[in-house]
């Protein structure tokens, strides 16, 4: 276990080499941005998804939808530059709910944030995975064995530490971003000099299931606002900035917003004008890429940048799940076990609670971006919204200098992702966002009974009028079997704990008895030896009978049993003994005022 | 758990029940005959599945066949009565071996027995199966999971104690004797009346795959052979008997073998005249039946009969397999568990360890009597063979009166038994036989592996120039995370054990320990504070370091290693807690000259 470990892992760090790394916008770009940029690979498909039940006509409302979910990302942009102002030190939901809003709404916002992270490695990996089966068709059946192989590979890497490395970001967003650019700036110089496409699609026809209403309009709406998901970002990691940490951060979300305004928009566009279909088995990106650039190189660079653009938001969510846990935990709602840093120096449990959890949706909705999408977008709006009335109420209590103008920007913002959430919660319930519904408040719950328990155990340990008496009394009993090496190891350790050690032996065999009393007598040097009979040849029941009845005879305030054992040099020679003392220490496990010592003779064959 | 296996099992019962009951003839008979005469069951159709392999036509051999089984009955018959005389107190082929061959043959005839218990229960569920599927085919899918019901069934009652008792027995065996003879008459009269079958049976034509050679006539006598598994049973549990209990013995298997004789030969003759023809889904004896009387109550009736006495003759393994294996443990030939009586004074070990192989081999079988019936008889014959050699051994080395008879006697059972051990092993091999002549000296094998083990464990425990020394030394370390009620509960207890004791703190974080330094000066009552450094954050590994320090520098016996630890409340509290203690006594747990102690506080909520 131990080697396995080491190999996957590697050697442990020591606690001096925790990094702090400050990164120029240019990189800190690449560093924040993977989860929102790579949204464009799966929104605009999202969208069409709806699109397509009203026939294959409704698909020109896309562009209008998508414009909508530009002003969105403008108003979002715009408060969260507020935000990172406020917040110089790092303001996630669940910090500026909580400092602003109190408590239980910063609980709300960290149960919708970790439903959140969660959602965006399945999401991302399934859209990830998505984009390497639409180049290669023969993998498609493998999607769910692809996924979790890359979540499993994500999260190793981060067990060993992988850091957000600007070196190892920087390349693959910046290939999408051009690679995208690329393929918007061609498919738009082919529609202006009227080409055809390379790569002619099928185009079998649609057969409308839906009328065009407005709430299928909504609905539409609603799945493309998950190209919204991860804009935030920035906004949690403003101390990564160099100095001054919030001009820098400020400046680098309105360049991510610039660039993913065009990618969204463009490809959204493009993908009217070149009617592409939504299909099984392809992507909407695929498609288009076919259609503008044919299966050149070019192509299959535009889905590896894809995949790996993808895989990086997988991986900001290794980075800030664990985070969160750890803020959680240390405020005592999550188990304190995520409050520990392991070998390198990661917040390994809340690496592997993660993977754990997003290896499970995928195999529960089967690897489909599509089935995810329903629950996805739900929680971001939670913390959206409550982050941004948090925002309001500060500058409420705060009035800091130009506070009016703050609340007018923050309030726009609350009222906006207010709407916002209840279409995509009105529109998306019966679709699975019942499920994030009904998850955050138990989730809350569960935080809340945590920290009780935590508080109670506190008050049962906390030092109260307590003088430390002179000593405790103890009865030691060494339990015999028999008289062998063994057994006289044990009466050594017993003797030397105790001046006053009595053996107990269970009589099974009237015989044997005598047998015992002879030997003991010969080697025990003069330790007294008490018999107990047990008519149901029960070891463990007239041992409990005789031990309540030293605690009731003697008020000691511990008794102790000192179990003589032998550990076999071989694993199979355990089954060639009596497990005896592992149920008798089963037995006074969980007894009070009694405590159990194996002592072992360790045999050589 | 426990109150599960109070419901299947019941109550603990005292040693002092173990009872004596001694049985009348006619009751001994049904004791121990049902393994015996339960094989008519299925003994002719193994003959007639070999025969028909040559076509309708050699079914006539069947017969003759019968004829030589009978005699061979017979011989074993006169020879067992010798050693029903010789060994009053049971002589069963392990002990006769032992006795009067060496431990090896004893052991050889040790194997071959164990497998015999578990094939017999096998092979007696799988046919009593049958039985019932014949009359309502539609279970025939289900028969595997029958017979896991039934193994389960039988092996539970045997749990509860379930003794050989008489009234219990009597019953199915003697419906069984009376239905079995009143169909052999049935069948006779019909013959000779020259009436024709009541229930005409589908006549398929045979085609012959084999001609009828000598191997082919062999093969069938071999497959007959089984009808004589389990007559030894009555010179195993001579006991039982009233006095003189040889006598009544000697008395009672000459009855069994007449009755069996009459059985066997009778509806192997009756099969000949109707000419039944083995086939898939019911037996030859159920085909028979059918013929004779019809599908009337008495059809149920024989049916349910061979049912009943073929779940008897499994029961009987379930007496014999446990108390075989509880004389070789006794002798330290097989692990010390199965000596143990349990709850209810059965050897339950035992028990469990027969029902979980005989529905091993029923799986892997698939409930087929016809696939398991080739590894049967050559247990059975290797074990007849070694007894009755065992007995010419005796005549010779005792020389008591009429021992020249005596010789002649088990000599020709010996020679006779070894020829049919040849015959059975040599045409059955390849159909399932090298299994079990694989699966002796295995078994041996493992035997003595068990054997050596014993003997170097008691070696090395064996007092020797043991001087018990006045007191040994030992070094107490109490391990601190903090300051709280179950730390100073724990230093509580290690200063009852030690006058000195040393805390030990594993430093983490530098605040922490400054804190920890203050709060235990003021709360400790002297107790000096170790801080160990541990730049990778674990607990364990400066611990170790530590404790190898002291037992290099100090030279002391033993190594105290006192845990505070603290029990929560619920379960599930569990897991919001660090398991640190647990990992240490991992540890520690194969370490020499080192002991763990965990002091336990009790949390209430």
């Known amino acids: 276990m131990q080697s396995l470990k080491r190999l996957l892992v590697g050697e442990p760090k020591a606690t001096a080499q925790v990094p702090h790394e400050r990164l120029s916008n240019p990189v800190a770009l690449a560093v924040f941005s993977s989860d929102a940029l790579s949204s464009v690979a799966y929104a605009t498909e999202e969208i069409l998804l709806v699109l397509v039940l009203a026939g294959a006509t409704a698909l020109t409302w896309s562009s209008g939808i998508a414009v909508a979910i530009g002003l969105l ?59 390497i089966t639409s180049a290669w068709p023969a993998l498609y059946g493998q999607r769910v064995l692809l996924g979790i192989v890359a979540v499993a590979a994500i999260a190793i890497a981060n067990l060993r530490g992988l850091r957000e490395s600007g070196r190892l970001f920087a390349a693959p967003t910046y290939l999408f971003i051009i690679s995208m650019l690329g393929l918007i700036v061609l498919g738009l110089a082919r529609l202006l000099w009227g080409e055809t496409p390379v790569v002619p699609l099928p185009s079998s026809p649609v057969v409308p299931v839906a009328a065009v209403t407005p709430f299928l309009i909504l609905r539409a709406f609603a799945s493309g606002c998950t190209a919204l998901t991860g804009v935030e970002a920035i906004s949690d990691g403003v101390p990564a900035f160099r100095k001054p940490e919030a001009d820098n951060a400020k400046r680098t979300i309105a360049w991510m917003a610039g660039i993913l305004l065009i990618l969204f928009l463009g490809i959204t566009f493009l993908a009217r004008e070149y009617e592409v279909l939504p299909r099984e088995g392809e992507t909407v990106v695929s498609q288009l890429a076919r259609m503008i650039v044919g299966t050149s190189p070019f192509y299959y660079v535009i889905q590896a940048a894809t995949a790996l653009i993808l895989v990086l938001a997988a991986n900001t969510s290794f980075a800030d799940f664990p985070r969160l846990s750890y803020f959680l935990a240390r405020d005592r709602f999550l188990p304190r ?58 500058h409420l209590r705060l009035r800091e200098t130009g506070w009016q103008r703050g609340i007018l920007i ?9 709407v916002v959430l209840t279409v995509v919660g009105g529109t998306k319930f019966v679709n699975g966002a019942f499920l994030v519904v009904v998850m955050i408040p138990i989730l809350v719950g569960m935080f809340y009974a945590i920290h009780r328990h935590y508080r109670q ?12 008496p002179p000593r405790a009394t103890h009865a030691v009993l060494l339990l015999v079997s028999d008289v062998h090496m063994g057994i006289l190891n044990a009466l050594n350790y ?31 040097g003069g330790v007294p030896l008490v018999v107990l009979e047990s008519p149901y040849r029960s070891v463990v029941q007239p041992l409990i009978e005789y031990v309540n009845k030293i605690q009731v005879e003697r008020k000691v305030d511990f008794v102790t049993l000192v179990l003589p054992e032998f550990i076999p040099a071989r694993w199979w020679h355990h089954l060639l003994h009596n497990q005896t003392a592992l149920r008798i220490r089963a037995h006074f496990l969980f007894r009070k005022g009694t405590v159990v010592i194996n002592v072992r003779f360790h045999l050589e064959t």
């Open 337 to 394: 076990q995520l409050v520990n840093r392991g070998d390198r120096l990661v917040f390994s449990n809340g690496v592997i609670v993660l993977a754990l959890l997003a290896s499970l949706l995928l195999v529960l909705f089967r690897g489909e971006t599509h089935a995810l999408i329903p629950l996805y977008a739900v929680g971001v709006f939670i913390s959206f919204t409550l982050s941004q009335v948090g925002m309001v109420r500060r």
């Open 457 to 468: 155990v506190a008050e049962q340990l906390r030092l109260k009028h307590f003088d430390l």
């Open 494 to 524: 017993a003797r030397a704990i105790s001046p006053e050690v009595e053996a107990v032996y269970v009589s099974l065999d009237e015989e044997a008895t005598k047998q015992m009393r002879l030997r003991w007598g010969l080697w025990s």
């Open 73 to 131: 990302l403008l108003i979002l942009t715009v408060s969260y530059r507020q935000t990172i102002q406020a917040y110089p030190a790092g303001g996630g939901a669940y910090l500026v709910s909580k400092d602003n809003l109190g408590v239980p709404a910063g609980l709300v916002a960290g149960a919708a944030l970790l439903i959140d992270y969660v959602l965006t490695v399945s999401v991302s990996v399934a859209a990830g995975v998505a984009a």
């Open 410 to 418: 923050n309030g726009a913002g609350a009222v906006t992702t207010a």
